[in-house]
């Protein structure tokens, strides 16, 4: 066993031995070895194993591993887990930033030694960011639904960045059971190293590793995502002044008050209060360095003034 070198960041700027750095987006053997001789397991099962690095990192350790992909007959979409795990690495696609089916290995070969098109049930080619998290969220269920008790997952995500908007795997992903631990894991060698960015791009140097146990059988608690659109008039926390700060901004210029009252006066907020017309002209005068009035009756935003 090796010294364990766990903490809540990680860092390996020399990958090791195992695996195929010729497979994109593998992750270094270091980190699978360090997971291994802090936890302990009889054995380690990865059911989106690449290019073994999980299996290659079990053998330098001693212990078995349990290693199935896409490319080798296993789909984890619909294929049923054989074992009963007690420790599950799974380093899912990063959507389609790499593609795997046909880029690093040949469909065809698939297809003709296994009876499928990977191409169909490969996640780093599902077309739209909200059809892939449910997917991963799938594949995130399944795989610890499998779990022995007492069995621990430990996933490792990153984020996207396109078009301006971050898609975060970390926050996307169902979260069941207990969440043990969030590790950092610094990234290295990427091909992203290699570009020079304009404007103002952060670029993303890091992943993260989730470690999750399952406490219990049948029940176990689940933390999740899920979108809604919010309307500021409504939310609990939301002052008069935001909420009519943020009604005349898209007006831009002057506006009679008759046009501020039409943007909250069907709010629930403005029907609970009696007096809400009282109170806007209340809010407006009473925050001179937000709301200006260039004439009787006419409002704007002070930065547009």
């Not at 860092?11 to 302990?40: E, V």
């Not at 591993?65 to 007690?86: A, M, N, V, W």
């Not at 049930?121 to 599902?126: A, E, G, H, T, V």
């Not at 943007?263 to 925050?287: M, N, P």
Request: glycine residues 8%; aromatic residues 12%; charged residues 20%.
């Amino acid at each position: 066993m090796t010294t364990n070198a766990l903490t809540t960041v990680v860092s390996y700027p020399d990958r090791g031995t195992g695996g195929s750095n010729k497979y994109r987006g593998n992750c270094s053997p270091k980190l699978i070895s360090d997971l291994i001789a802090h936890f302990g397991p009889h054995d380690i099962c990865n059911y989106m194993c690449g290019s073994n690095t999980t299996g290659d990192a079990a053998s330098s350790m001693g212990i078995a591993s349990h290693t199935y992909d896409l490319h080798s007959g296993f789909d984890l979409l619909h294929c049923d887990i054989p074992e009963r795990p007690q420790f599950i690495f799974w380093h899912p696609p990063y959507w389609d930033i790499i593609k795997y089916s046909d880029v690093m290995y040949r469909a065809s070969d698939v297809q003709r030694r296994y009876g499928y098109d990977p191409r169909q049930f490969d996640l780093s080619r599902i077309p739209t960011w909200d059809a892939f998290v449910k997917a991963m969220n799938y594949c995130m269920m399944k795989q610890f639904c499998a779990l022995e008790k007492g069995g621990r997952m430990a996933v490792l995500v990153g984020d996207i960045k396109k078009k301006g908007k971050l898609l975060s795997m970390l926050f996307e992903l169902t979260k069941p059971g207990t969440l043990e631990n969030v590790i950092i894991k610094v990234q290295h060698n990427c091909f992203s190293d290699h570009t020079a960015y304009g404007g103002k791009f952060i670029p993303i140097v890091h992943e993260y590793l989730l470690l999750l146990r399952k406490d219990m059988p049948l029940q176990f608690p689940l933390l999740m995502t899920y979108r809604m659109e919010g309307d500021i008039r409504e939310m609990p926390g939301a002052t008069w002044r935001d909420i009519l700060a943020d009604a005349m901004e898209g007006f831009q210029k002057a506006v009679h008050l008759e046009r501020i009252y039409e943007q909250v006066g069907r709010s629930k907020r403005a029907q609970q209060q009696r007096h809400w017309r009282e109170k806007v002209r209340q809010t407006l005068y009473y925050h001179p360095n937000v709301f200006f009035s260039p004439s009787q009756g006419l409002w704007m935003l002070k930065k547009y003034a």
